[in-house]
């Protein structure tokens, strides 16, 4: 085979997103809480962010207007963000900007090591309150693992038996199942134990609390639940070891043919099953519910207009360092030292220019989405219009991927509640009349038809269809086929009341 060697052209597009603009889309797309440990972090990395003492007098935008004075792009302030647009540095200009500083006096290169060096009491006042925050929490829960063997302490038992108590109970799953044989589990051990010893490790595991754990299938589960104080107790065993999937399914009919047992007994004898735990482990692996921090509030001011107001009272009021600043416009300070220093006023120019273009797309979007959604404020979120992001990215004059980030993990406060605002955008489809219909309001209204149906009777898919179009919402059956999925509606068959 030989091989040749040849030169061509190749034209192509490729895009390189700058620093800067990488930096700013990561701002824009952190939740409040991450934005804090990101501006915490920083401030612990970078040497010339400081925290403001006062900010009431601090203007972000003046700490470095001086040191960077001919830049192509304005210096981000708290005081006018309405109308400013994320600019990219592509000229190379930062570098030459520097080299124009004007000279400072020689004593200000002395004090640059001693007393402006960025203090670390404030940072550690927001670390604090972290720590403070953590101490409150309230302690590890108790394992499921941990509250069975507290209860071996009740039983007589010999410490082999222990041993191998233990070892099944180090076996079970998080929902309490034993999912290993009692021959696996024997034989994981050395010295080696007999499977029927590990059965009877099994047998002291189940008298435990909660009922139904160490069981190996949902069967045995709700069988150990039972006692000898259990209503319809002989129909309830023969229920749950022969016909669940019956159960699951609504086939009362087969199991009235299968056990003899009339339709009163049956329905008594599921609605004790119904409140057996199919998990009773749940408990112990609950987690705790996140807590949920707004980014934004929606409000309604005296005059009836809906305002925003944006939650940056978590955030470190954080500015460059004049000292740093002054040092790098000194003509006489170490070329080494002007070398560290640029490229973090930069970063740091660059991070608070970030934090500036967040907060006023945040407030833009906002806005577009409430003269969008006025009803769902007004009257609640059955009432929510159709919205894509591409109508709010028109409006505020971005990408439809900035509004993308811009609610991404975001919650807003309204009078209405705390919602993701994501919760704002959703699809939709027309009326007969040609009026927008959002698909989340015919979700309502299938859920509401299923309520006040007759339950002897229940509406198949088709009948739901029908009704829907009555109701001014035209959809297709495979579109109700999918709802009642996803709203978790059993089918017609399943709905069906058996009770004469």
């Known amino acids: 085979m030989r091989l040749e060697h040849s030169m061509g052209l190749r034209m192509g597009h490729e895009l390189h997103l700058a620093p800067r603009m990488i930096q700013s889309m990561e701002i824009l797309q952190l939740p409040i809480l991450a934005l ?19 900010s009431e007098n601090v203007n972000p935008g003046d700490e ?22 994320l600019v990219i540095d592509t000229k190379g200009q930062a570098e030459a900007d520097f080299e124009r500083l004007d000279g400072m006096p020689e004593e200000w290169k002395e004090s640059l090591y001693d007393d ?9 006042e927001f ?8 101490q409150n929490m309230v302690s590890r829960p108790l394992s499921l693992e941990d509250y069975l063997i507290d209860q071996l302490s009740f039983f007589d038992i010999s ?20 999912k290993s044989s009692a021959e696996e589990i024997a034989n994981s051990i050395d010295p080696p134990s007999t499977p029927d010893q590990i059965r009877q490790a099994i047998t002291t595991v189940q008298r435990l609390d909660p009922p139904g754990v160490c069981a190996r299938d949902l069967a045995e589960c709700l069988l150990l639940q039972l006692t000898s104080e ?31 047992l009339d339709l009163n007994q049956i329905k008594e004898a599921i609605e004790v099953i119904r409140k057996l735990n199919p998990k009773p482990a749940a408990i112990f692996n609950s987690e705790s519910i996140p807590y949920v921090v707004p ?11 809906y305002l925003v107001r944006l939650a940056d009272e978590l955030l470190p009021n954080v500015q460059i360092n004049q000292t740093y600043v002054a040092e790098c416009k000194n003509r006489a300070t170490d070329k080494k030292v002007k070398e560290f220093l640029r490229p973090k006023i930069q970063s740091a120019q660059w991070l608070l220019e970030a934090i500036e273009q967040r907060r006023s797309t945040l407030k833009k979007v906002t806005q577009a989405i409430i003269q969008r959604q006025l009803s769902f404020l007004e009257l609640g979120p059955e009432h929510i219009e159709p919205l894509k992001m591409l109508q709010i990215a028109e409006v505020v004059g971005v990408d439809v991927s900035t509004i993308s980030r811009a609610v991404d993990d975001k919650w807003v406060q309204t009078p209405r509640g705390v919602f993701p605002l994501k919760r704002f955008f959703g699809g939709g489809t027309q009326s007969a009349t040609g009026e927008d219909i959002a698909w989340e309001k015919i979700r309502r209204k299938l859920l509401e038809i299923v309520g006040a149906e007759d339950k002897s009777n229940p509406l198949s898919d088709e009948d739901l269809v029908n009704k829907l179009q009555e109701e001014g919402y035209p ?5 109700i086929t999918k709802y009642r999925k996803i709203l978790n509606i059993p089918s017609s068959r399943e709905r069906k009341d058996w009770t004469p």
């Open 295 to 305: 980014d934004i509030e929606i409000f309604k001011s005296e005059d009836g207009d």
């Open 36 to 54: 804090e440990e990101k501006l915490l972090q920083e401030l612990q990395e970078n040497p010339v962010l400081e925290l403001a003492q006062d």
């Open 64 to 85: 470095w207007n001086d040191a960077l004075p001919d830049h192509d792009f304005e210096p981000t302030t708290s005081k006018d963000t309405s109308d400013k647009t």
């Open 230 to 260: 259990t209503p319809n107790l002989e129909a309830v065993k023969a229920l749950i070891t022969n016909h669940l999937e019956n159960i699951r399914h609504n086939r009362i009919p087969a199991i009235q043919k299968t056990t003899g």
């Open 475 to 479: 959809v297709a059956r495979r579109t």
């Open 159 to 178: 410490k082999d038996e222990r041993r191998l108590v233990n070892l099944v109970i180090a076996n079970l799953d998080d929902g309490g199942y034993l």
């Open 116 to 124: 402006h060096r960025p203090s670390r009491n404030a940072v550690e």
């Open 127 to 134: 670390s604090d309150r972290k720590h403070n925050a953590m």
